[in-house]
């Protein structure tokens, strides 16, 4: 059942546009009130966010709808309780036929940064959550090129909580979007030394090597830095022994 869109509309979008807008909170959409109004897609809400009627009521109408001043500690803590509420309203949005335009376009004009990976070659990722439980994991960023998670290239995006834009969101952009799938990475990095390419079994041998000398140093009792040459000498043996053509 919708609640009567009669009530202040523009308080709505004004919490919602300031929340938007502050730094670090690019990578939100702007939930449409319409949506927050629906009581059916906030269902559930009610237990997982403290003073759920209080925040919802500062979200939607405004803290002058709740007689408190300014500067009453309670009007932070109904703060966070309503930045709460909204980031779990987000993280259903943007899996909705609503929300989902809103991502999809902010993603085409890189809100959300590029990949690090050279080979991806400047590839714009979308933002992911490692966990859907709020406080567990800040987001993240995916490159749908080679499917990885990286930390977002801003610092200011370090402490958003990831659950806002759940584990799935970008899967599902791709199924509901096929057509904007990038192909995968044409090149791939490829080590090599002195011009030539090292073979695989070389770091086998160099861990084996690395993990031989730490149990002598183990049994002799001298830590991993008594003598730091001896380890760098037996994984160079190694690294030789594997790529005969390699000529130290």
Known sequence: RMVDSDSPASAAANWIAEFCDRPGNEFFCKVDEDYIRDRFNLTGLGTAVPNYHRAMKLLLDGPEQLDLASDDPQLETLQRSAELLYGLIHVRFIMSVQ??????AKWMLGHFGVCR????????????????????ATVKV??????EV??????????????????????????????????????????????????????????????GAQRQHRDSGIGTSGNPGSTAVTAGAAAAAACPAFKP
């Open 99 to 104: 929300g989902m335009p809103q991502m999809v």
């Open 117 to 136: 990976r050279v080979f991806c070659e400047k590839q714009r990722v979308l933002p992911v959550g490692l966990s859907d439980i709020p406080g567990e």
């Open 142 to 147: 995916y490159c749908p090129r080679c499917m």
């Open 150 to 211: 990286y930390v977002p290239n801003s610092s200011r995006h370090l402490h958003v909580d990831g659950a806002y834009f759940g584990t799935g969101f970008p899967h599902l952009l791709f199924l509901s979007h096929p057509e904007c799938r990038p192909k995968p990475p044409a090149n791939q990095f490829a080590p090599s030394l002195y011009g030539f390419k090292i073979h695989p079994l070389a770091y086998q041998l160099q861990q084996a090597a690395a993990a």
